[in-house]
Nanobody, 122 residues
């Protein structure tokens, strides 16, 4: 089993920056894919950024050039650096990490963080 612990959320003024962290612990042999999502009340959870197993990244259009997803595999930690924040970025942010356990390297399980609020004020 794997647990994800998120930190770094909070309140910031428009134009400011935040760096979200997501630390994984548990039975982890291989990191398959990692991602950040966000959700506002009454809407679906939207994909923000992904990082594939070999480091390939993708971003939703609205955050390109402002957000950066990164990963420290040795520390089992995923990051989302967010710059030039706008009020439209206000949401609950979730990390998602797909890990394969020891002994089952081809079996990637999906795990979610608990979510954390990011509020951007004008």
């Amino acid at each position: 089993q794997v647990q994800l612990a998120e930190s770094g959320g909070g309140s910031v003024q428009a134009g400011g920056s935040l760096k979200l962290s997501c630390v994984a612990s548990g039975n982890i042999d291989r990191t398959c894919e990692t991602a950040w999502y966000r959700q506002v009340p009454g809407k679906e959870r939207d994909l923000v950024a992904t990082m594939g197993e070999y480091g390939t990244t993708t971003y939703t259009d609205s955050v390109k050039g402002r957000f950066t997803i990164s990963r420290d595999t040795a520390k089992n930690t995923l990051y989302l650096e967010m710059n030039s924040l706008t009020t439209e970025d206000t949401a609950v942010y979730y990390c998602r990490a797909d890990f394969a356990p020891y002994g089952r390297p081809t079996l990637c399980h999906i795990y979610w963080g608990q979510g954390m609020q990011v509020t951007v004020s004008s």
